[in-house]
Each structure stands twice: as C-alpha cells, then as structure tokens.
C-alpha cells in the first residue's frame, strides 16, 4: 500500500487532535498507476477506514484524488486507455502530477501542482487546497477539496476527455473521485434525484449520500459541489464502490488558459448511517462551506 513507502511525503491532517486522513504525495507510486497525491486512509472520527488505495481489483484507484482518463492524450487516471477500436488497452501514455510548491498545517494543505506526461512536457496546471474541520454534530468532520485547472504553460486550450467520451457507455469518470475500502458495501445511496444507483449515477444532484458497511461497522460519506451547475455524479457500487462528479460525463471538456477549470468535492464523513435525505440535507448544510450559501435551494 502507498502508505508504508518511506519515500512518500506525507502530511497528517487531524480534526481537534483527532487524525483523520493522510495525504500523500504518490512518488512511490508505479508509472501504470498515473502518480499523483491522494488522500488515505480517511477515518470517521472512532476509527473506521472510509477510502482504499491501490486495491487489487484497481491497482490505481487511489483514496481520494482528482485524476481524469484523457488530458491531452495523457492517461492521469492509471490502468488501461479505452480505444475506439481496441477497447480498454494498455499503453504507455500514462501521465503524473507533479508537486511543485506546497504548504501544510494541521488541518490544510495548499499545492501546486503540474501534470506531466510521458515525455515530461506540463500538460495541466494546478493550484489545490485541502481541508479538514470539525462539524457541529460530534458524529461528524468536514472535508473540502478545491481544485484551479489550467492548461500547462506551453498550451493555450486542452480537452479532457473519458472512456464514455470516447464509446464506452456510463464510463464518464474522471475527476475529483472517492474510492471506499474494498470490503464495503453499500447501505444507502440518496441524492436529491432519489434513492439508490440508478438515480444516483449521471444525476446532477447538488448532493450524494452513501452509507457503507466496512468490516462490520456503519459510516457514511455525504458528497456536494459548490458549482452553480453541479457535475454529474460517477457513481459505481457493483464490484467496487466509489463516487465523485464527472467532468467529462458525456462530452469532452475544454480546458482555457482564459477560463481556467474550478472543481470542488465537499464531505461530511460520518459514524452510522445516513437513512434519509433530510438528514443528509440537515449535515451538509452545517458544512463550513454551505453555512453562508443556498445549496439546498437549487433544484436537481
């Protein structure tokens, strides 16, 4: 796992004393897997593991990241690169993102940070912050991750794509996405489209709720974009269970060095479970990101 590389560099960040996620650099990290930082582990506040990195089933599923299948003909996701007439191959297109400046404290880190392909050329620029606070309910703690895409130096405009982009069909992942442990199960998928996956994945909901038994015991993340258009949400409980908003849904994303690209993902990470969408309404809004906004007032 990517967390015992000694040769990763790693900040902790804690909610009143309380470690609650580790964010990573990747440096350790295999080409095939697109190296990038990532969250993990994330705890809920007593303990209980809500992400995975480097599963078998997807060896470059990591934590939380943001990564996408296609920037510029780039790979930053990892794995296979789904063809037109190939299908999902193997190539070595794989890109890594690159930290060039970062600061940290006890609950924040802010980096710069460059994509690079293969042959080393700045793809995507990067400018990310991370944080973690506590929450009004003592159940919970608040995360926040903010992303600014641009395109590299070099480059005036960039297209990120995915597999679904390309042909393959509710394969529109990519972006700021959440890996759950490989031992979980969901419980409960809300959103404010309804109940369970089927309007949960491609919905615009501003919000997603999933509750999960992992080893025994029940937790909950509850997911929210601060975007006036939310993105549609990946969202895959069937082999794995995993979640985050899509920038490439079903069509291609152009990325402008005059309108740079801003993604955000929102969490409350929650002990026991999240049973109706009321609750998970009520929770989100107590986030520090929403105590000052109308979220909630925006239809799906």
């Known amino acids: 796992m990517g967390l015992t ?23 350790g990290l295999g080409g095939q897997q697109s190296p990038r930082p990532f969250l993990h582990p994330i705890r809920t506040l007593t303990g209980t593991m809500v992400s995975d990195a480097e599963p078998p089933d997807h060896p470059h599923h990591l ?26 191959v193997m190539l070595p297109n794989h890109g890594r993102q690159l930290v060039s400046s970062s600061r940290s404290g006890a609950g924040s880190v802010s980096e710069s940070i460059d994509w690079c392909s293969a042959d080393g050329s700045v793809e995507v620029t990067e400018r990310r912050h991370l944080s973690v606070s506590g ?14 895409l641009m395109p590299g130096p070099s480059l005036e405009h960039l297209a990120l794509s995915s597999s679904a982009v390309k042909g393959r069909e509710g394969a529109g992942y990519g972006g700021i996405f959440w890996r759950l442990p490989r031992n979980s199960r969901a419980a409960v998928v ?58 490439a849904w079903d069509s291609a994303c152009r990325l402008d060095r005059s ?18 969408p009321e609750l998970a309404r009520s929770l989100l809004a107590q986030h520090p990101a929403f105590t000052a906004t109308s979220l909630f007032d925006r239809t799906a």
């Open 5 to 27: 590389r000694e040769h990763n560099s790693i900040h902790s960040l804690a909610v009143q004393g309380t470690e609650v996620a580790r964010y990573q650099s990747g440096t």
């Open 63 to 88: 934590g939380l990241s943001l990564a996408v299948s296609d920037a510029g003909g780039s790979n930053f996701w990892g794995g296979r690169t789904f063809t037109a007439d190939r299908g999902s």
């Open 135 to 148: 929450h009004p309910d003592r159940r919970c703690w608040s995360l926040s991750f903010t992303s600014r």
């Open 190 to 247: 809300l959103t404010e489209s309804g109940s369970g996956i089927e309007s949960a994945h491609g919905s615009a909901s501003p919000w997603l709720s999933i509750t999960a038994v992992v080893a025994g015991k029940t937790a909950s993340i509850m997911l929210a974009q601060d975007a006036q258009e939310p993105l549609p949400w990946f969202v895959r409980t069937d082999g794995y269970l995993g979640a985050g908003p899509a920038v």
């Open 259 to 276: 309108q740079p690209l801003d993604l955000s993902l929102h969490a409350v990470v929650m002990d026991g479970p999240v049973e109706t």
